[in-house]
């Protein structure tokens, strides 16, 4: 039965809000956090995972099993493409937090919105709903939208001015579509709000990650 499971952060203010959400999901399992901020930073600056900062993700995730943790979750979409190897490497399972919401956004609708605020997450994130698509052999379009600047607000400490760029762009965002992908957990308290202002759906990762989660528990009993 898994009874630990770790969070692995590249925003060090997400593990506060995973702290509530594992005490609504899985409140009997032990839970930690292991933040690595430098990757996130670090692949921002190359514009791509380089192979340096993919051994660190994998190290991170490593070193989340050597602290005994059953089942671990990676809250960065960015550093997706990563996880993939480190599954290779580690011996517990990995969950990525964008595959609930995009196997969710594929089944909704073939016209999908990515928004993001980091650069870096824009290609792993249309990579997962492209892959997601085509395992169910669907024909879907794609685009992906960057809120400039609101990544800066928020590492700047301006979380106000962070939720209005990306509300603002939300709002203005030109053209149909089935469903609006908020493509980091950052973005995530935003879903309710935007819901009021725009007609498509919107879709967030923590608490579709989060039921997942708790659903790998029940089963591991």
């Known amino acids: 039965m898994y009874t630990k499971v770790c969070f692995f952060h590249t925003v060090a203010s997400l593990a506060r809000r995973f702290d509530d959400l594992a005490a609504e999901y899985v409140p009997d399992v032990d839970h930690f956090h292991i933040v ?6 670090d692949a921002l600056e190359a514009g791509e995972l380089t192979p340096a900062v993919n051994r660190r993700i994998c190290s991170q995730l490593s070193l989340a099993e050597d602290a005994g943790a059953d089942l671990i979750l990676d809250t960065c ?13 580690v011996g517990v399972p990995i969950l990525k937090i964008d595959d609930p919401m995009t196997e969710a956004a594929v089944e909704h609708g073939e016209d999908i919105t990515i928004l993001a605020t980091a650069e870096s997450t824009l290609g792993p994130s249309a990579e997962l709903v492209q892959r997601k698509a085509d395992q169910r052999a669907k024909e879907i379009n794609l685009r992906t939208e960057l ?11 301006e979380k106000n001015r962070h939720d209005q760029l990306v509300i ?39 608490d579709m990650a989060m039921e997942t989660v708790a659903e790998e528990v029940r089963n591991s009993s």
């Open 36 to 41: 690595d901020e430098s990757v996130l930073n």
């Open 77 to 89: 979409s960015s550093t997706s493409p990563a996880v993939d190897v480190a599954r290779e490497m």
């Open 168 to 206: 603002d762009h939300a709002v203005e965002l030109a053209g149909p579509t089935d469903v609006i992908v908020l493509a980091q957990a950052s973005m995530s308290h935003l879903a309710p709000d935007l819901s009021d202002r725009v007609s498509a759906p919107v879709f967030s990762s923590p």
């Open 147 to 157: 809120v400039d600047d609101a990544l800066n607000a928020l590492q700047s400490g």
